[in-house]
């Protein structure tokens, strides 16, 4: 297997993450693409990657998977232990539910921010859309008091237990640095939470 991989890049470093929690980095080839160098654009990759995306997984058999999401389902089946998406219908879908609100309304809020107001984006978000960026900021910031509401009383995101919604959210806050935004600073729950993440990605 092959894994195209973009460092510090949010969707690449879920997958990346998903990876080092099932202690399963190294069982997996990995080739940097830059986003910024615009690689993910060139005409080779998109022979793995139709949409340019990264990260993309190619199998042994040549099978193609994008999508970081869906990539981690696959590892999840293939590197079952430790289990990061649920064991039970109830988890799998309190998990997922958990997953799609910091991916849906947290992470893509803030990429809508960034992509629209960080200097460094304008080359590739053209153009940068003011209006935008101001009304994901404000819905970002909304949707990261809710999670801090929500782990007052959990130590985690979903079922009790360390899973990928909480790699989602870890991802979400390195990330989240790029526009001088600290949330695991401003929310005390959050900032307790970090480290429990920590410690279980290794």
């Not at 539910?97 to 990429?111: C, G, H, N, S, T």
């Not at 995101?157 to 640095?177: E, H, K, P, Q």
């Not at 600290?182 to 729950?189: C, L, Y």
Request: glycine content about 4%; some cysteine; overall charge neutral.
């Amino acid at each position: 297997m092959k894994l195209y991989h973009s460092p510090q890049a949010p969707n690449p470093e879920r997958v990346t993450k998903f990876l080092k929690a099932k202690g399963k980095l190294d069982a997996v080839e990995i080739e940097e693409i830059s986003i910024m160098k615009q690689e993910h654009k060139s005409e080779a990759y998109r022979e793995v990657s139709p949409f340019s995306q990264v990260p993309a997984l190619v199998l042994d058999d040549g099978t193609k998977i994008t999508e970081s999401r869906a990539i981690c389902t696959y590892f999840e089946g293939v590197f079952p232990e430790p289990n990061l998406m649920g064991t039970d219908p109830k988890e799998k879908a309190l998990i997922e539910m958990w997953d799609r609100r910091i991916e849906l309304m947290l992470f893509i809020q803030f990429a809508t921010w960034f992509r629209n107001a960080h200097p460094m984006m304008a080359p590739l978000e053209n153009p940068q859309v003011p209006e935008a960026a101001a009304k994901a900021e404000k819905s970002a910031r909304a949707m990261a008091k809710r999670v801090n509401a929500h782990l007052a009383e959990n130590d985690f995101l979903a079922c009790g237990r360390f899973s990928i919604a909480d790699i989602t959210l870890y991802c979400f806050t390195g990330f989240a640095g790029v526009m001088k935004w600290k949330p695991h600073e401003e929310f005390e729950n959050i900032g307790k939470w970090m480290p429990r993440v920590v410690e279980k990605i290794g």
